[in-house]
């Protein structure tokens, strides 16, 4: 054991790229001698951990093309952000037509056929075929998880029935076995029953939410925020700071019933809460749980006149559906308010990730009942009473979101990692000499997808925020999938090969569920010709034949010029 550290050790040293923030192995069971075998065992072409947006495009891609798959879930729904997470879809401007995979877009369509198939529309809302049941402004597509949910089951449901895909909710990963530079299994513990099943195939997917297979596996990886000698970032940091991640966020739905009280009991933390000071991107300081940081202010809340904040992340506008069907609009509340950035989940004891969630639940919590009893009102008053917590929307007793909603999760150290310089519009123009009708993003001869979204950071662990320069439409090159070393393991969610910066566009919704359709359909590829992904990406006739499968598939590989208006 002691010379294999040393050589995994070894191996980390000679990479050149983001060194210093790189996590080596630790607690990886090595060899068949290592493990002891209990509970059951499943073997599968492919053993996906992680049932989100981007585990379930990889479990379709792969089934779509014959293989076998296990997909495991370690909450109670699959769908990650769109569902567990109550996280309506962050997406780009195009995304109706040109802005995705062909089946992203099956599954956004998929969720308005549900709504005209299942809901009390009005005929305007059912004859709109850009349907969005809740009129929010932050995405074309505002809708309930649990639709979301509903239609995720409906389109891995064929391949369910049929044996290819054996789903395992409430599972979660908590050691690997490995040989060499191969995973060989996977162990994951129902969290009800306390068994533990072992999952073996020739290949494995990290599409969890947190990157947990990372460091299972021994699989290097990077965390937080990296220094300029590292990347060559414009703004990356002048030092490393590995600790400094994106906040994550415990959102919760209400709705708003005027004239009833649904005030909920004072929380035990509110007055801790009601006085935590943040530092805006201006310099200026204001109160976490208010609206008077700059941005809120231009906004406003008003849920009587159904304006500002409250329609943000509205998911069921009442407007649209025939009169009396429900009596309030509901919308999800994701907002700075309740981003909790006072400690990571990465490369914490269970302990210290249990209290951060718990603390942030708790945020949550009293962020709801000011906005109840405190927050200003237009006509002088404070506090709507009338909002009411909605547990059933996202499935949980306290009313919480299944899940946290996760920003920023451990990074692969991959053959190729994204670059601000690779995606800005500053760092094009200056690079390339062109102008801004001209200019593109990098372009990659490895492409496997598309995405677009800006480089956006929510507040961190160590106070920062902001943007960082506007983005143009880019690719998802296939090297950003592929491990340094780790042969058969390959990333399927906001875990691939990107920096700190980075992570802010390539996180979103779309890009995981392309991300996650590009590993399922290359491990497939991988499994038919008995090749090694990085072979395909070196191998130029290889290359070009998995980037044929995937534009037959419904993949876009780069954006159409020019882009529509």
């Known amino acids: 054991m002691g010379n294999r550290r040393d050589l995994l050790r070894r191996a980390a040293a000679a990479t050149p790229l983001l060194l210093g923030a790189c996590r080596l192995p630790r607690g990886v069971a090595l060899g068949r001698e290592s493990a002891q075998r209990g509970g059951r065992e499943r073997s599968a072409d492919l053993v996906i951990i992680g049932g989100g947006l981007g585990g379930c495009a990889a479990a379709l891609a792969a089934a779509r093309r014959g293989r076998r798959v296990v997909l495991t879930e370690e909450s109670s729904w699959i769908g990650g952000q769109i569902t567990a997470q109550a996280v309506p879809p962050d997406e780009n401007r195009w995304i109706e037509t040109i802005g995705g995979t062909r089946s992203y877009l099956a599954l956004r369509e998929g969720i308005r056929a549900s709504y005209r198939a299942r809901r009390p529309l009005t005929e305007r809302a059912r004859a709109n075929a850009r349907l969005n049941p809740g009129n929010g402004w932050v995405s074309r597509l505002c809708c309930e998880p649990r639709v979301a949910l509903a239609v995720l089951h409906e389109m891995l449901a064929p391949f369910v029935a049929n044996g290819q895909v054996s789903l395992l909710l409430r599972h979660r990963a908590v050691r690997a076995e490995v040989d060499g530079d191969r995973v060989r299994a996977v162990h994951v513990r129902d969290a009800d029953s306390g068994e533990e099943v072992t999952l073996q195939a020739p290949f494995f997917l990290d599409a969890t939410e947190l990157g947990d297979l990372f460091p ?3 699989t290097e990886y990077v965390t937080g925020a990296e220094s300029q000698a590292q990347t060559g970032e414009p703004h990356a940091k002048a030092v490393a700071e590995p600790d400094n991640v ?5 959102c919760f739905a209400v709705e708003y019933l005027p004239g009833e009280d649904h005030v909920i009991a004072r929380p035990a933390e509110y007055a801790s809460w009601r006085n935590v000071m943040m530092t805006a991107a201006d310099g200026t300081r204001h109160r976490l749980v208010s609206f008077d940081d700059a941005d809120s202010k231009r906004l406003g809340f008003d849920p009587v006149k159904r304006t500002g904040l409250w329609t943000y992340r509205r998911i069921l506008d009442r407007d649209l559906f025939t009169p009396g069907t429900y009596p309030g609009d509901i919308s999800i509340i994701n907002w700075a308010q309740n981003d909790y950035s006072f400690g990571s989940l990465l490369d914490v004891s269970a302990a210290d ?11 949550s919590l009293a962020l709801l009942h000011w906005l109840q009893t405190e927050a200003p009102r237009p006509d002088g008053g404070a506090g709507w009473p009338g909002l009411r917590l909605r547990p059933d929307i996202v499935g949980t007793a306290d009313g919480l979101a299944m899940y946290p909603y996760i920003r920023e999760s451990r990074r692969l150290l991959a053959e190729f990692t994204v670059l601000e310089q690779h995606v800005t519009e500053e760092a094009r123009l200056r690079e390339t000499g062109l102008g801004r009708d001209e200019v593109t993003a990098a372009p990659f001869a ?17 106070g920062d925020r902001g943007r960082y320069g506007a983005t143009l439409p880019f690719q998802i090159p296939l090297g950003s999938l592929i491990p340094r070393r780790v042969e058969n393991l390959l990333p399927a969610c906001k875990n691939l090969g990107v ?8 996180r979103l919704h779309p890009i995981e569920w392309n991300v996650g359709e590009s590993a399922g359909a290359l491990a497939a590829f ?18 070009a034949e998995f980037q044929r499968e995937l534009r037959d598939d419904g993949v876009p590989l780069s954006w159409p010029r020019p882009l529509p208006a």
């Open 216 to 218: 299972l596996t021994g």
């Open 353 to 363: 990730a249990a209290r951060h969630v718990a603390r942030a639940k708790a945020l």
């Open 246 to 250: 994106q906040g994550f966020t415990a």
């Open 499 to 506: 920096t700190h910066l980075t992570n802010g566009c390539y």
């Open 526 to 543: 991988c499994v038919a010709r008995r090749a090694r992904p990085r072979v395909v990406r070196q191998d130029a006739a290889l290359l």
């Open 446 to 462: 490895d492409s496997v997808g598309i995405g677009h979204y800006s480089m956006d950071l929510h507040v961190t662990t160590r």
